[in-house]
């Protein structure tokens, strides 16, 4: 029985057009610049998302890091979501090497923090402060997976020129905002001073992600990159996988959207499952089970994954949530399989119902 595993987009194997692509990729030292294909891929990403420069960095982490310290001194204080992924799961690397502080505020249910507390987090120009330098969005945001506006995007953008501050937009899944918005990446960037794009989240790379901003930032950003260790010198190789996520997987997020909502829609009339379709906008699914249903979500997990292998695992920090993310590998067929053993493991629960 072929694995179903839903726990991230991140779990997407290179596809075979991509493996074809790594084995021919032609390289370079990419620590002297010399690398054609990920210098190819640095400049596709750039033109697409309307910036001057990209570079290519390890992973999101990495990219996010490397975008923070690059716009930030050490003692500068940067505003984002309590939530957002940079703060919460990225090991606190801005004040760890960078020494910046964050300043986070709460978010609404469709990941947006509000415009007004955003301008009262800016700090005045006092001796006892910090000085604030940027501010970060996350788009999709993580703990939804709801894309962030346009509207919302460009006005956040306009408070930070207007107090003379940096956006830089966690773009993790940035191309699935955009097939959810019906947008060019181009214009739902637009506002951002940098962008960090992740090739392996639904894209299928095996590893990478690309910065994107200023030539002047990406200059700087390739000086913090060299000390994080980042020179990865003949980068092609995988820079060539990179290449065919960025033009050819991005444009098909809307197949895994509409399998992420046939997978909701079916969850949602189990009795036993809890779930908002309206927060089902892109590629994951949170749900929960109902406290009366015969099993907990810990076990409903344990038993998809050992019954009929398939992976769905509690949120972290959050035991009761489940969440599910469709990707390439998840097929509509596949939706059938889920549903119906979720459907056998409460079948208790229906027997009782009835």
């Given at each position: 029985?072929?694995?179903?595993?839903?726990?991230?987009?991140?779990?997407?194997?290179?596809?075979?057009?991509?493996?074809?692509?790594?084995?021919?990729?032609?390289?370079?030292?990419?620590?002297?610049?010399?690398?054609?294909?990920?210098?190819?891929?640095?400049?596709?990403?750039?033109?697409?998302?309307?910036?001057?420069?990209?570079?290519?960095?390890?992973?999101?982490?990495?990219?996010?890091?490397?975008?923070?310290?690059?716009?930030?001194?050490?003692?500068?204080?940067?505003?984002?979501?309590?939530?957002?992924?940079?703060?919460?799961?990225?090991?606190?690397?801005?004040?760890?090497?960078?020494?910046?502080?964050?300043?986070?505020?709460?978010?609404?249910?469709?990941?947006?923090?509000?415009?007004?507390?955003?301008?009262?987090?800016?700090?005045?120009?006092?001796?006892?402060?910090?000085?604030?330098?940027?501010?970060?969005?996350?788009?999709?945001?993580?703990?939804?997976?709801?894309?962030?506006?346009?509207?919302?995007?460009?006005?956040?953008?306009?408070?930070?020129?207007?107090?003379?501050?940096?956006?830089?937009?966690?773009?993790?899944?940035?191309?699935?905002?955009?097939?959810?918005?019906?947008?060019?990446?181009?214009?739902?960037?637009?506002?951002?001073?940098?962008?960090?794009?992740?090739?392996?989240?639904?894209?299928?790379?095996?590893?990478?992600?690309?910065?994107?901003?200023?030539?002047?930032?990406i200059k700087r950003a390739h000086h913090i990159r060299k000390s994080f260790g980042g020179g990865m010198r003949q980068a092609g190789i995988i820079a060539a996988a990179g290449l065919i996520a960025l033009h050819d997987m991005s444009q098909r997020l809307h197949e895994d959207h509409a399998n992420a909502r046939a997978l909701a829609e079916g969850?949602?009339?189990?009795?036993?499952?809890?779930?908002?379709?309206?927060?089902?906008?892109?590629?994951?699914?949170?749900?929960?089970?109902?406290?009366?249903?015969?099993?907990?979500?810990?076990?409903?997990?344990?038993?998809?994954?050992?019954?009929?292998?398939?992976?769905?695992?509690?949120?972290?920090?959050?035991?009761?949530?489940?969440?599910?993310?469709?990707?390439?590998?998840?097929?509509?067929?596949?939706?059938?399989?889920?549903?119906?053993?979720?459907?056998?493991?409460?079948?208790?629960?229906?027997?009782?119902?009835?």
């Amino acid at each position: 029985m072929d694995m179903i595993d839903l726990r991230s987009d991140t779990v997407t194997v290179p596809t075979p057009e991509m493996r074809l692509a790594m084995a021919n990729a032609e390289v370079g030292d990419d620590v002297y610049g010399e690398d054609p294909t990920v210098n190819q891929l640095q400049a596709d990403a750039a033109a697409m998302f309307g910036k001057e420069a990209g570079l290519f960095v390890a992973s999101g982490t990495m990219g996010n890091l490397t975008s923070v310290l690059a716009h930030c001194q050490r003692g500068d204080e940067m505003i984002l979501s309590k939530d957002a992924h940079i703060f919460r799961y990225e090991v606190g690397g801005a004040a760890m090497y960078g020494g910046v502080q964050p300043n986070t505020l709460p978010i609404d249910r469709d990941g947006m923090m509000d415009l007004d507390q955003i301008r009262h987090a800016i700090r005045g120009d006092n001796v006892h402060y910090p000085i604030t330098r940027l501010i970060c969005l996350e788009n999709t945001a993580g703990v939804s997976g709801a894309p962030l506006s346009k509207a919302y995007t460009d006005s956040v953008a306009e408070i930070a020129r207007e107090h003379n501050l940096k956006l830089h937009i966690d773009g993790a899944r940035i191309f699935n905002a955009a097939a959810a918005l019906n947008l060019d990446v181009k214009d739902l960037t637009a506002g951002a001073d940098s962008v960090s794009i992740c090739l392996s989240k639904g894209l299928c790379a095996p590893v990478g992600s690309v910065i994107v901003g200023s030539k002047a930032f990406i200059k700087r950003a390739h000086h913090i990159r060299k000390s994080f260790g980042g020179g990865m010198r003949q980068a092609g190789i995988i820079a060539a996988a990179g290449l065919i996520a960025l033009h050819d997987m991005s444009q098909r997020l809307h197949e895994d959207h509409a399998n992420a909502r046939a997978l909701a829609e079916g969850l949602a009339a189990l009795p036993d499952i809890q779930i908002d379709l309206s927060m089902v906008r892109t590629n994951m699914i949170f749900f929960r089970v109902k406290p009366s249903a015969p099993i907990s979500a810990e076990a409903l997990s344990a038993r998809l994954k050992d019954e009929y292998g398939i992976l769905i695992t509690p949120y972290p920090g959050d035991p009761g949530l489940l969440r599910a993310v469709t990707h390439y590998w998840f097929k509509a067929e596949h939706v059938t399989r889920v549903l119906d053993a979720v459907r056998t493991v409460l079948a208790p629960a229906y027997s009782a119902a009835d």
